[in-house]
């Protein structure tokens, strides 16, 4: 069997997980609170981050060994979401910001959540403070409410390109 294909049927096979993890955390996440974002945005954001996130898992199993690989894998979302969090001051910052897959995750689900509100027209449904916060939140963090298919976009291009790096390792490493 080729490499490309024993490592494209593992990928397939794990998309069955890609697509009911998100659905099982957000079943139990609306069920204890009651987000402002619809349940279909926070799939869309959550399976893309899933998909994000694997793929990098792939490239750390297989460059790593199995311990290595679990400890990157723990502290890697840490880092990067500590990096995507930080002021982005200076344009370093802000460039190894971009680079982090949760500042887009985050920026996806920000803007999801603003961005119902003001297709629905309910922002009279909330209190002042709330979307004064809000766009204060949008404003401070540079993020624009047009830029929700572009969080999404990069996500996903992020997945492709981890696969593609861990295809290259396994490759590469010889490993399967």
């Known amino acids: 069997m080729s490499s490309l294909a024993y490592f494209l049927s593992k990928d397939t096979i794990d998309h069955f997980n890609t697509v009911i993890k998100p659905l ?3 079943s139990m996440f609306y069920f204890f ?3 402002r974002s619809t349940f279909a945005d926070n799939y869309i954001v959550l399976l893309c981050l899933v998909y994000c996130v694997t793929g990098i898992a792939y490239a750390l199993a297989i460059f790593f060994e ?3 690989a679990q400890l ?3 502290l890697l ?7 995507a969090t930080q002021p ?5 910052m802000k460039d190894i910001a ?3 897959y949760s500042r887009w995750a985050l920026e996806a689900f920000i803007i999801a959540n603003a961005e119902r509100k003001r297709l629905n027209k309910e922002w009279n449904g909330y209190p002042g403070v709330w979307l004064l916060t809000r766009c204060g939140s949008l404003l401070k963090s540079g993020y624009n409410l047009h830029d929700w298919g572009l969080c999404i976009s990069i996500l996903i291009l992020m997945g492709v390109i981890a696969r ?5 390792c396994m490759l590469t490493f010889l490993k399967k």
């Open 24 to 26: 099982v955390y957000l």
């Open 33 to 35: 609170t009651y987000p």
């Open 66 to 68: 199995p311990g290595a």
């Open 72 to 74: 990157c894998s723990v």
């Open 77 to 83: 979302p840490v880092v990067f979401t500590l990096i």
């Open 88 to 92: 982005k001051d200076g344009k370093f």
């Open 98 to 100: 971009n680079l982090c």
């Open 164 to 168: 593609a790096v861990a295809f290259f």
